[in-house]
């Protein structure tokens, strides 16, 4: 589909048009300025923000955020909401790597302060937190504990002392999903999820020192402690694992067959799907949020196993050096939210595949130091050029069911990115400008080259400029730690 087919509402937005002749239910609606959409005209995306708008019970517009490329299905960036009683789930409207979500640790630490020690610390991850594919971690889960980690999250592991109250707070939905019920797991997802607690995983996953680059609203950088240039913060990036992987293998055979024996036509069978409230639907919820469950768990662990490593390199508590969270968010999952449609308000099942929730100012799910705020967003960049801190605002909640931008989005295959380029080309790169990079796999580094995806600072524009998220801080890599 050409972007011929779009009319531009303004600056940021573009309406693909409801076409009834391939069964579309409702508009698509893409976030973008003139050259992002050209890119996504180049791959299937908005043939995909299409096939999303012919499934039943969607409520608004099928949406593409600024970040948007080809996914499984949705395009990753794609957001969906569904009427509970009349609409469907679908585990291509969440993706594989279920929760991948990225969490930021802000620290009292200034750039000059790490001195010669940046080194240290980023061998210290390295060797703390076990990455690559198919890696497993110190903490071995037999299956009483494995359960107790699918049902409650990052509570579990807080409680077993790695981690506050405070890190529940800063973790969307305080870092469990409700309706998790681990006997929905097949044995295969058990089996791989015993040995992975506390991975990291490969591919676009990462560990990131990085340093604020730029302040762009004072206030409420603050309320969330970024409060300077140069200041050291800690961004993590990953999800579920194999564990979350075999939970959606596993749902896909499950979907196709309850798609046709609930008579739901499909435009693309990669969007399988059930109704909400059918026991196909209910069993895959249980499943995701199971999924969705282990990955925060898995985010607070490594987390600890950072402050851990600052600690044994500046020998002081991470208390002392205020290695705080800031927020963990989720961007692949579907939740049960309340939304206000044609000003009534209603439960919807909310899809976010490649997408952050951006909830504003004065939502109660906030915690109370940041709602006057917004939610924190945190929008990763590539490993070369930066990332951002943005706040949830009112627009997202009008617009996108409270949703923004996850990253900066693919722009070339990973098949693409190393034909392009060696590994070592790109260690040298990242080198010269002063970024230091420890990778397990050979080709991790050309397949997540910074020109293997779409500018962020773009990406983010569109997201300030759309009013679905806006500009808290900008931050600059420092070191980098891939899978």
């Given at each position: 589909m050409s972007e011929e087919k779009l009319r531009q509402v303004d600056e940021y937005r573009w309406l693909l048009p409801r076409d009834e002749s391939r069964g579309m239910r409702t508009d698509g609606m893409v976030f973008a300025?003139?050259?992002?959409?050209?890119?996504?005209?180049?791959?299937?995306?908005?043939?995909?923000?299409?096939?999303?708008?012919?499934?039943?019970?969607?409520?608004?517009?099928?949406?593409?955020?600024?970040?948007?490329?080809?996914?499984?299905?949705?395009?990753?960036?794609?957001?969906?909401?569904?009427?509970?009683?009349?609409?469907?789930?679908?585990?291509?409207?969440?993706?594989?790597?279920?929760?991948?979500?990225?969490?930021?640790?802000?620290?009292?630490?200034?750039?000059?302060?790490?001195?010669?020690?940046?080194?240290?610390v980023v061998d210290g991850m390295f060797g703390r937190v076990p990455a690559g594919v198919g890696k497993e971690g110190s903490i071995k889960l037999d299956k009483t504990r494995l359960e107790r980690v699918l049902t409650e999250g990052a509570r579990w592991v807080v409680a077993r002392g790695d981690g506050s109250e405070e890190d529940l707070r800063h973790t969307e939905a305080g870092g469990c999903l409700e309706g998790a019920d681990a006997s929905s797991v097949s044995k295969r997802a058990m089996e791989r999820g015993r040995g992975q607690l506390g991975t990291l995983g490969s591919g676009n996953h990462f560990l990131e020192i990085q340093a604020v680059d730029r302040i762009d609203d004072a206030e409420t950088?603050?309320?969330?402690?970024?409060?300077?240039?140069?200041?050291?913060?800690?961004?993590?990036?990953?999800?579920?694992?194999?564990?979350?992987?075999?939970?959606?293998?596993?749902?896909?055979?499950?979907?196709?067959?309850?798609?046709?024996?609930?008579?739901?036509?499909?435009?693309?069978?990669?969007?399988?799907?059930?109704?909400?409230?059918?026991?196909?639907?209910?069993t895959y919820y249980a499943a995701m949020a199971?999924?969705?469950?282990?990955?925060?768990a898995n985010r607070q662990v490594i987390m600890q196993r950072v402050r851990e490593v600052f600690e044994e390199v500046f020998g002081s508590s991470a208390e002392r050096l205020?290695?705080?969270?800031?927020?963990?968010?989720?961007?692949?999952?579907?939740?049960?939210?309340?939304?206000?449609?044609?000003g009534v308000e209603r439960e919807l099942c909310v899809h976010r595949k490649g997408a952050t929730r951006a909830f504003g100012p004065g939502d109660e799910e906030l915690p109370e130091e940041y709602r006057q705020h917004g939610q924190p967003v945190l929008v990763p960049g590539d490993m070369?050029?930066?990332?951002?801190?943005?706040?949830?605002?009112?627009?997202?909640?009008?617009?996108?069911?409270?949703?923004?931008?996850?990253?900066?989005?693919?722009?070339?295959?990973?098949?693409?990115?190393?034909r392009k380029q060696h590994s070592n080309e790109v260690r040298a790169k990242l080198k010269e400008q002063g970024i230091l990079v420890r990778s397990v796999g050979k080709k991790t580094l050309a397949e997540e080259a910074p020109d293997a995806y779409k500018?962020?600072?773009?990406?983010?524009?569109?997201?300030?400029g759309a009013g679905i998220s806006r500009r808290v801080a900008r931050l600059r890599p420092l070191a980098v730690v891939k899978g």
């Amino acid at each position: 589909m050409s972007e011929e087919k779009l009319r531009q509402v303004d600056e940021y937005r573009w309406l693909l048009p409801r076409d009834e002749s391939r069964g579309m239910r409702t508009d698509g609606m893409v976030f973008a300025d003139e050259k992002l959409v050209v890119g996504m005209s180049n791959d299937p995306t908005l043939e995909q923000v299409a096939n999303v708008a012919c499934l039943p019970g969607i409520v608004g517009n099928s949406l593409a955020m600024p970040d948007a490329h080809c996914g499984y299905g949705f395009p990753i960036g794609g957001v969906a909401a569904f009427d509970v009683e009349e609409g469907v789930i679908s585990p291509g409207g969440v993706g594989y790597d279920i929760n991948c979500g990225v969490r930021l640790v802000r620290s009292d630490l200034m750039e000059d302060e790490l001195g010669g020690r940046l080194e240290r610390v980023v061998d210290g991850m390295f060797g703390r937190v076990p990455a690559g594919v198919g890696k497993e971690g110190s903490i071995k889960l037999d299956k009483t504990r494995l359960e107790r980690v699918l049902t409650e999250g990052a509570r579990w592991v807080v409680a077993r002392g790695d981690g506050s109250e405070e890190d529940l707070r800063h973790t969307e939905a305080g870092g469990c999903l409700e309706g998790a019920d681990a006997s929905s797991v097949s044995k295969r997802a058990m089996e791989r999820g015993r040995g992975q607690l506390g991975t990291l995983g490969s591919g676009n996953h990462f560990l990131e020192i990085q340093a604020v680059d730029r302040i762009d609203d004072a206030e409420t950088a603050a309320a969330f402690g970024i409060e300077g240039e140069g200041q050291i913060c800690v961004m993590i990036h990953c999800g579920s694992r194999g564990f979350g992987h075999q939970v959606c293998d596993d749902a896909i055979g499950t979907m196709l067959k309850a798609a046709e024996k609930y008579g739901i036509e499909l435009p693309d069978r990669q969007l399988a799907c059930a109704p909400v409230n059918s026991e196909e639907g209910r069993t895959y919820y249980a499943a995701m949020a199971a999924a969705a469950n282990y990955a925060w768990a898995n985010r607070q662990v490594i987390m600890q196993r950072v402050r851990e490593v600052f600690e044994e390199v500046f020998g002081s508590s991470a208390e002392r050096l205020g290695l705080r969270l800031v927020y963990d968010v989720a961007h692949n999952v579907a939740k049960f939210e309340r939304h206000r449609v044609d000003g009534v308000e209603r439960e919807l099942c909310v899809h976010r595949k490649g997408a952050t929730r951006a909830f504003g100012p004065g939502d109660e799910e906030l915690p109370e130091e940041y709602r006057q705020h917004g939610q924190p967003v945190l929008v990763p960049g590539d490993m070369g050029r930066g990332s951002y801190v943005l706040a949830g605002t009112q627009g997202a909640m009008e617009q996108t069911w409270g949703s923004t931008a996850h990253g900066a989005g693919r722009v070339l295959s990973r098949k693409a990115a190393i034909r392009k380029q060696h590994s070592n080309e790109v260690r040298a790169k990242l080198k010269e400008q002063g970024i230091l990079v420890r990778s397990v796999g050979k080709k991790t580094l050309a397949e997540e080259a910074p020109d293997a995806y779409k500018d962020v600072d773009e990406v983010v524009a569109v997201c300030d400029g759309a009013g679905i998220s806006r500009r808290v801080a900008r931050l600059r890599p420092l070191a980098v730690v891939k899978g």
